[in-house]
Each structure stands twice: as structure tokens, then as C-alpha cells.
């Protein structure tokens, strides 16, 4: 299954609900109240239309996702790499890395997972 489209202000409500779920919708419309400064009809609306689009299901009165934070975010990553990068991840760690400074810790990190991609882990 694909992983659905989450836009960025649904991405901040899915974060609400990554962190409490499963959580009831009421008190999820006060979280989005504190944390994103929302009204109650926001908060419903959002929850509907990602229902609908199956981010989450919300079944009597709780809501729960169906999509992780990590297929969201791998989803996005992976659109912006094809639509910025043409595809190439060679492309977008060159640019990353032109302005940004990478620690030893990370260089580590990242030979590792490439070293089990290889593998195949």
C-alpha cells in the first residue's frame, strides 16, 4: 500500500496523535488547541479528511493512525529527492552536505547502513 500524502499542518496534528494514540478525539482537540493554536472545528476537519485519505481511522471516538511517522516521513524524503534531485540520492547528499557539517558520529552511521545495505540487512 502506498503510504497517502500528509501534507505540513496535518504532518503537526499526526505528530500530536503519533505521540499519544491511541488518544479520543476530544482530548486530541485540546491538544491541538495548546500545541497548534486550533479551534475544535479544525481539528475535526483535519481528522476527517485524513480518515478519508486512510491516515487514520477514528472509530468511536478514537483515534488511532494507520500510517507511521517513519513511512510519512520516508514518503516525503523520497518525493523530494525524485522531484528536486531527479532521483538521484548521490545529488541530494551532495547538496546536503555542501551546507551542512556532517560529525564523525554521523559519517560513522551512515557507513554502517550502507555496509548493511550491501549485506542485505
Not at 8 to 37: D, H, T
Not at 66 to 86: G, H, P
Not at 103 to 119: C, G, P, T, V, W
Request: aromatic residues 8%; charged residues 30%; negative net charge.
Amino acid at each position: 500500500m502506498d503510504t497517502p500524502k500528509v501534507f505540513e499542518s496535518e504532518y503537526r496534528f499526526c505528530l500530536i496523535l503519533w505521540e499519544n494514540e491511541p488518544i479520543k478525539s476530544s482530548k486530541l482537540v485540546e491538544l491541538c488547541k495548546e500545541q497548534l493554536g486550533w479551534k475544535p472545528t479544525t481539528t475535526y476537519t483535519v481528522i476527517k479528511r485524513l480518515s478519508e485519505r486512510g491516515v487514520l481511522k477514528n472509530e468511536n471516538t478514537i483515534v488511532t493512525s494507520l500510517v507511521s511517522k517513519e513511512d510519512v516521513q520516508a514518503t516525503e524524503l523520497n518525493e523530494m529527492v525524485e522531484k528536486t534531485f531527479e532521483g538521484s540520492l548521490p545529488a541530494f547528499i551532495a547538496a546536503f552536505t555542501k551546507h551542512q557539517k556532517i560529525s564523525d558520529e554521523d559519517i560513522n552511521a551512515l557507513q554502517q547502513m550502507i555496509d548493511n545495505y550491501r549485506k542485505g540487512e
